[in-house]
């Protein structure tokens, strides 16, 4: 068994990250499902979500909706209490630097991008909807890089995730306060949860469900989860697949 919470890790929130599976696990074996002990880390993402042993991770939107779809189990779409969001969805906050004269969206036709994959919602699929011709595309890697190469000034604009953005200000505050945000895209639905198909999905679920409601608060508040939303895949399926930069 693996299982993996890969999307908003970091070595700050490890401990959460951890407490948060172990609670987890617990509830899973509680039902007789079996869980490893820990998190697995340091695995490429593509990897683990395609494990047929996998019980548990999160992936993105777009990576669901154009190669996993089909091939995993949707189990439900965690709550960060995005602000102006539904539950359960988010947005990308298109950040330029801060001493940047541009107030529109509209002003950034022709400027530089910087996006972490090509297969990201927030960092790829959100911006492309804006419509904007770009001089330039600069694969980083990283919503943190993307927002690194705009500060430095190897790209004007970058779209990165809104609880990542969230988190930058907590733990890259130097970062974050070079940067600001010039627009907020539309919501659309969060990175959701995944299990390989032949796992108990529905009790993989409640387990979520009832770790969530015993978590402890400080561990709750340092990942800003409110709770597990059913989503269906169809939600995902009808946002559109941009094509690659």
């Given at each position: 068994?693996?299982?993996?919470l890969?999307?908003?890790?970091?070595?700050e929130?490890?401990?959460a990250?951890?407490?948060?599976?172990q609670?987890?696990r617990?509830?899973?074996?509680?039902?007789?499902?079996?869980?490893?002990?820990?998190?697995s880390?340091?695995?490429?993402p593509?990897?683990?979500?395609?494990?047929?042993?996998?019980v548990?991770?999160?992936?993105?939107?777009?990576?669901?909706r154009?190669?996993?779809?089909?091939?995993?189990?949707?189990?439900?779409?965690?709550?960060?209490?995005?602000?102006d969001c539904?539950?359960?969805?988010?947005?990308?906050?298109?950040?330029?630097?801060?001493?940047d004269?541009r107030?529109?969206?509209?002003d950034?036709s022709?400027?530089?991008?910087?996006?972490?994959?090509?297969?990201?919602?927030?960092?790829?699929?959100a911006?492309?909807?804006?419509?904007?011709?770009?001089?330039?595309?600069?694969?980083?890697?990283?919503?943190?890089?993307?927002?690194?190469?705009?500060?430095?000034?190897r790209?004007?604009?970058a779209?990165?995730?809104?609880?990542?953005w969230?988190?930058?200000?907590?733990?890259?505050?130097?970062?974050?306060?070079?940067?600001?945000?010039?627009?907020?895209?539309?919501?659309?639905?969060?990175?959701?949860?995944?299990?390989?198909p032949?796992?108990?999905?529905r009790?993989i679920?409640?387990a979520?469900?009832?770790?969530l409601?015993?978590?402890?608060?400080s561990?709750?508040?340092?990942l800003g989860?409110?709770?597990?939303?059913?989503?269906?895949?169809?939600?995902?399926?009808?946002?559109?697949i941009?094509d690659?930069?």
């Amino acid at each position: 068994m693996i299982a993996g919470l890969p999307m908003y890790d970091r070595p700050e929130t490890a401990g959460a990250h951890d407490a948060y599976w172990q609670a987890i696990r617990d509830a899973l074996r509680d039902r007789n499902i079996a869980a490893p002990d820990g998190l697995s880390r340091g695995i490429d993402p593509w990897t683990l979500w395609r494990r047929n042993d996998l019980v548990l991770a999160q992936t993105c939107g777009l990576p669901y909706r154009a190669r996993l779809h089909g091939k995993v189990t949707l189990l439900g779409t965690p709550d960060f209490g995005v602000p102006d969001c539904p539950p359960g969805y988010y947005r990308s906050v298109i950040v330029v630097r801060a001493e940047d004269p541009r107030i529109a969206v509209s002003d950034l036709s022709g400027a530089k991008l910087a996006y972490n994959d090509p297969l990201s919602q927030s960092g790829w699929a959100a911006v492309r909807a804006l419509g904007l011709p770009f001089s330039e595309k600069i694969r980083t890697g990283s919503h943190r890089q993307s927002a690194r190469a705009v500060a430095a000034g190897r790209a004007d604009l970058a779209g990165i995730d809104a609880v990542t953005w969230r988190s930058m200000g907590v733990h890259d505050p130097d970062l974050a306060g070079a940067l600001r945000v010039l627009a907020r895209t539309p919501p659309t639905p969060g990175l959701p949860y995944i299990c390989a198909p032949g796992f108990d999905a529905r009790g993989i679920a409640a387990a979520i469900d009832e770790a969530l409601d015993g978590l402890n608060a400080s561990v709750r508040d340092v990942l800003g989860l409110r709770g597990l939303v059913r989503i269906p895949p169809e939600t995902y399926l009808e946002q559109p697949i941009p094509d690659a930069p």
